[in-house]
């Protein structure tokens, strides 16, 4: 019976293949069974492919084909043509004689100062023979880009011919895995499309021209180098963005104010505790609450991190960024855990969190600024703001998935049992998806880690502050250790976090 099956499956192959291609049904039936029948790597050439590959693959429908042939092959022809027709050094030879002029000028000038008894005259001849040293060197650059067209010539040569050889032993394994998928049937285009062919052929006349005149005219039309631009439209945009951030500011400060007012006070009772308490009795508390919490490992990588901070100085600012970090996490905890509980629950408000999410995820955190000093100013509250913006997708998103995650079975047995919708909440499915909600503090406290430096820009003081300057000033060793120590103040945030759970568990 398998004997029968298999003999069918060989006599319908070759006709399924001929569907397939529509054309040249022999070759690849052919090719097609000497892939399949081989268990190691199958050497089979398409010449057409190798000749033709950009087109070969847009007339199959092979798409992916298409543009990695076409880069390769584009690349291939630049070089070509940038060591045939590129004038190569052209920029370095207009260089160097741009400064031999200037040289000239200026020995010209030593020669008046010399005859008429300036002082000036060394200053102006020293200039003079730098300016010609630096022409010399531009010319011997131009002379080396010169050179070297002959190895372009090469490079284009052989890539050109290995982009061929690939196409050509490549092209029939693609096809006959799309085959495959088309047999076993996925919607797969088949057949030999002279539109798709036409198509492709038309982007190439369009990509292939344009670009080698781009890369080989010493000075190539502007509308290729540069889009043609309206600036009128930038102004007006700008503008109207500027004006209505100033109304929104205007109309609504009481309300800004009243945020900034909460965040402010939240962040002086954390600074109360940290900084403006004498330093032993914070250690001590911080220590012991290590020890408690996590264990006696996590209270000795403390007891060094502490050390760490105070000996060199980043004490102070240390416990000020800790407030910073700590009034951005806890109001990343206290807002997310229950949207995220809600975005559960709701499948309407997670479509409607989603996109937000998203939005405040791949928005660079630079840009997090500009709204937030046009509502807010600048200070410390509104560098939490920003922070609160860049950490609280995490935390949303893991704890929403740790609730999805609680099996129906157990929610089922709950309720069966009696049990309220808050004692479902609380007894049952938080404990359950304590380990994703955990995960997502965990992410969210790195990720307002890593807003400190940026929010050190408008103006939130702490060790963030020492990075910038370092960055300003090129200070590697000043903000390597600063570095060093935003690192040990969220590791030792994170370690009694996690610690608590994971000795709970």
Known sequence: MNASNQSSELIE????VHRFTERQGDYYSKQFEKIQSSNRITFSFNPYAALLGPLWASARNVWGFFWMSTVATLFALVQLGRGLWGELGADSLARAQRLSEKSQEMAAKAQAAIESGSSS???LQRNADNLQRAAENALLAAEAAVSGANQLILLGTLALLATMLI???VANILYEQKYCRWRG????????????LLFGALMLVVMFPLTLYRFTAAKPEAWLTEF??????????ASWLDAGFDSIASRGAGFFDGITSGIRMLLDGLEVVLVDTPWPVTAMVILVMAWRVAGPRVAIFTLAALAYLAFLGYWEKSMATVALLGA?????????????????KSPSTYAFARPVLDFMQTMPA???LIPIIAFFGTGKPPGILATIIFGMPPVVRLTALGIKQVPPTIVEAALAFGCTRRKLLLDVEIPLALPNIMTGVNQTILMCLSMVVIASLIGAEGLGTDVLQALQFAAKGQG???GLAILLCAMIIDRIVQGRFKRED
């Open 121 to 123: 005259a060394e200053v």
């Open 167 to 169: 196409q050509g032993f």
């Open 228 to 237: 043609p631009t309206d600036k009128s439209i930038f102004n007006g945009a």
């Open 185 to 196: 049937g996925r919607s797969e285009a088949s057949g030999f499309s002279l539109a798709n």
């Open 480 to 482: 390597l250790l600063a």
């Open 366 to 368: 630079f840009v997090y």
């Open 328 to 344: 951005a996490a806890t109001l990343c905890v206290v807002i997310g855990v229950p949207l995220g509980i809600l975005c559960a």
């Open 13 to 16: 192959q070759p006709k399924s």
